[in-house]
């Protein structure tokens, strides 16, 4: 039978691939296509014979045969031992019994996802729109793509969504406590359901039944909702289809924590589904920050399971988009990072192991200045300059010319995979910038803005792989002088900007703001055309603001520091960094005043107009201590979220989520660092640790908030606005607030 449609899940079988594909009707096909992945094994030739004859004598199912492939780092063919897995859901069992054979032999190739490899090998992606052939049985004969992951413009397969969610409890945690009726919304119909009358799992085993969604979309689904509604299932003994294929189990994962460059994590468990797809959006970083259209995209663009992507970090994806290029080109993939860094004397490490260049802001009220920026600099870089791990200092080009400050050589031979990774995706975002000045439609225009910023979460990865300690194909002098050219680049551009006349009033690797006292927007445009010719890397200008207030520590009111900042452009738009709306601790009544104060001062076209908008300012500022004191507040608006840096009993000091934690704990609720907890300030300074804060899950309605901590909360994140009109302080409402009020 032919079919054509969407390619929107895979996943491995004893015999191959599980491919699922959805037609124009939303008619679904469940396939199976014979795939036996390849890995190789490097060692020498002796002990790779006996490696063959013990995988034939124990009857595993794999086929061995010698051949050469290209090596990453020595740029030389080597001879290898390929072994060819006829049950992919093997593999692991295989690589564990070759280690335990003989540690000493090397893999490459053997790590990867099936379900990648298998995208690398037929060239197909995750939602592609596909021709197929398969027989009465399901079998496919022959596969083909007619889609393109580079396409700004493509169709999206019909699927069903359902989505989860506890009502009324939006982004807090019902594993912490929160109890609600379960809201199942699929399309305009939505529904609560809970065990008044029956079980929940027996209500939702008949939605399941009567929607048969193709993708759940959850808040918390993988660590609470859809364990809790299995739990239940198999308690009641309910036969709770989640999963569409029968041959395969609901895939659970456990948490865990994990510190990355120096912070603390928590990365939740997951619930992966098999025919159906689950997308938690509490436990997806790329939903979070571009929503689904984003998640496609990074689906498309680096092939990996929607699920998967879904989940994993967005350096994951790069890598993945990488090791395409290497497979593509038959090099061989090394399964873990062989490659250590070069030595250095003391006085190499201290000249080579910096970062980008940082010229502090100006202090003070900024007019008419122009924010300059390199777009996607590092990638540039990476693609321009042919950085990468294999061509730093190679062995063939020793009369290369040296890189600035460092002497490091580029090879002048071979591409780099780095490069050759990020420059189609540069130029995809590119041309997503450019259809969004043009006129499109609202809805496709936002979905242009969220695949942009995919693509941008995607670049913004690849630079810090480069350095990282366990990238396979990393390698820290790489890393090194992309950082040395971007410095290079910007201290041109420096000189440049000051010999023209213009004034640098702050610059952080890959922007600068400059100012000139009667410039035009003409101007600064012809400055950036004059850096960008002189850099070689293009430059832009991202914004001519009305103004632009750089900001001191909060600690010492002398000391600029680099993102914190807000400023207006000519067009009204806001630009803001470092203020406590940027900071997901923030109480929503605190992130509304800020919002609705900048508006005000959005107006505004200089310093003049500045300090009459202050006037509306404070007004906005007393209308929230006046909701404070009289309690015309939710307590959705007092809330604070904060990660655990420890686990509650380690906490030694009775600091506010330190109180909450424990809190939590003495109800057997089990935390971990890295994992984010709500509460309410009750009694800041109450004796007593145990009153100070509140968990927001064991609010009872009795208790009360402390008025006078939530007003000087107020108070600090109004100062900024006024922090350079010494003559516009703000002075506190005469009446005395009560210590506590409730909503």
């Known amino acids: 039978m032919q079919i054509r449609g969407w390619l929107f899940d895979l996943y491995p079988n004893p015999q191959g691939m599980t491919l699922w594909v959805m037609d124009p009707n939303r008619k679904r096909y469940r396939l199976s296509d014979a795939f036996a992945p390849v890995f190789y094994v490097q060692g020498p030739e002796a002990r790779l014979l006996r ?339 294999e061509t730093i200092n190679c062995g063939c080009c020793p009369q290369a010319p040296p890189l600035p400050e460092l002497g490091y050589r580029i090879c002048q031979r071979r591409l780099g995979v780095a490069g050759c990774t990020v420059a189609p995706l540069i130029e995809k975002r590119r041309r997503y910038k450019e259809q969004l000045c043009q006129e499109v439609a609202p809805a496709l225009r936002r979905s242009y803005q969220l695949r942009r910023d995919a693509a941008k979460w995607l670049l913004v990865c690849c630079f810090g792989y480069l350095g990282y300690k366990n990238a396979r194909v990393g390698r820290i002098e790489a890393h090194e002088a992309i950082n040395a050219i971007a410095r290079e680049t910007l201290l041109r551009a420096k000189e440049i900007a000051e010999g023209a006349g213009f004034r640098l009033l702050h610059a952080i690797v890959d922007s600068m703001y400059v100012q000139k006292e009667e410039a035009t927007r003409a101007d600064y445009e012809q400055l950036a055309r004059t850096l960008s010719a002189a850099t070689r890397l293009p430059i832009a200008l991202e914004a001519v603001y009305r103004y632009i207030v750089f900001l001191p520590s909060k600690q010492f009111d002398h000391i600029p520091v680099p993102n914190r900042f807000f400023a207006v452009s000519e067009a009204g738009e806001l630009k803001v960094r470092g203020l406590e709306l940027r900071r997901h601790d923030t109480p929503r009544i605190v992130a509304r005043m800020q919002e609705e104060v900048l508006q005000l001062l959005s107006e505004a076209y200089d310093a003049a107009s500045y300090r009459q908008k202050l006037g509306e300012a404070r007004a906005v500022l007393e209308r929230y201590e006046e909701k404070l004191q009289s309690g015309q507040i939710t307590w959705e608006d007092l809330l604070i979220h904060k990660r655990l840096t420890q686990s509650p009993e380690r906490y030694e000091k009775a600091s506010l989520v330190a109180v909450a934690a424990q809190q939590l704990a003495a109800r057997g609720i089990g935390l971990r660092p890295g994992e984010c907890i709500t509460y309410v300030i009750t009694n800041a300074k109450a004796t007593l640790p145990y009153e100070r804060a509140r968990a927001f899950a064991l609010l009872n309605g009795t208790e009360g908030y402390d008025r006078e901590k939530y007003l000087e909360l107020l108070r600090d994140a109004f100062e900024p606005f006024t922090h350079f009109f010494p003559d516009a302080v703000f002075s506190p409402m005469l009446t005395a607030p009560a210590a506590q009020s409730e909503p």
Not at 141 to 161: G, K, M, S
């Open 51 to 389: 490696l063959q004859r013990a995988l034939g004598a124990r009857g595993w199912p794999v086929t061995c045969r010698f051949t050469e492939r290209h090596n990453f780092w020595d740029n030389r063919f080597c001879r290898v031992l390929a072994l060819s897995i006829a049950i992919p859901t093997r593999s692991t069992a295989i690589r564990t019994f070759i280690r335990r054979f003989d540690p000493t032999l090397r893999f490459y190739n053997s790590d990867l996802l099936p379900a990648a490899l298998y995208c690398f090998e037929k060239q197909v992606f995750p939602l592609a729109w596909c021709e197929l052939e398969a027989d009465a049985a399901g079998r496919v004969r022959a596969l083909t793509c007619q889609d393109d992951e580079w396409a700004l413009d493509y169709e999206l397969p019909p699927l069903q969504v359902m989505r989860l969610r506890l009502h009324g409890a939006e982004a807090l945690n019902p594993g912490h406590g929160v109890r609600a009726a379960l809201e199942v919304e699929v399309g305009d119909e939505s529904c609560e359901i809970s065990d008044a009358d029956e079980p929940v799992a027996k209500t939702f085993q008949r939605l399941l039944a009567r929607y048969d969604p193709d993708l759940i979309i959850s808040d918390y689904g993988d660590s609470t909702l859809l364990p809790g509604l299995l739990r239940q299932a198999a308690r009641y003994r309910i036969s709770l289809p989640l999963n569409r294929d029968p041959d395969h189990a609901v895939q659970r994962t456990r948490a865990r924590s994990l510190i990355s460059y120096g912070r603390i994590l928590f990365k939740a468990s997951s619930t992966t589904l098999f025919g159906r797809l689950h997308v938690d959006t509490q436990n997806s970083f790329i939903t979070e920050e571009c929503e689904l259209a984003g998640l496609w995209e990074l689906a498309r663009l680096t092939k990996l399971p929607v699920q998967y992507a879904a989940r994993t970090t967005t350096g994951t994806g790069i890598s993945y988009m990488q090791m395409e290029v290497l497979y593509r080109d038959g090099v061989l993939i090394p399964e873990q990072k062989s490659e250590p860094e070069a030595f250095k004397r003391p006085d190499q490490l201290q000249l080579a192991d910096r970062g980008g260049l940082i010229f502090p802001p100006r202090l003070g009220f900024h007019e008419n200045v122009a924010e300059l920026d390199w777009p996607s600099m590092f990638p540039t870089i990476m693609a321009r300059c042919n950085v990468s791990s």
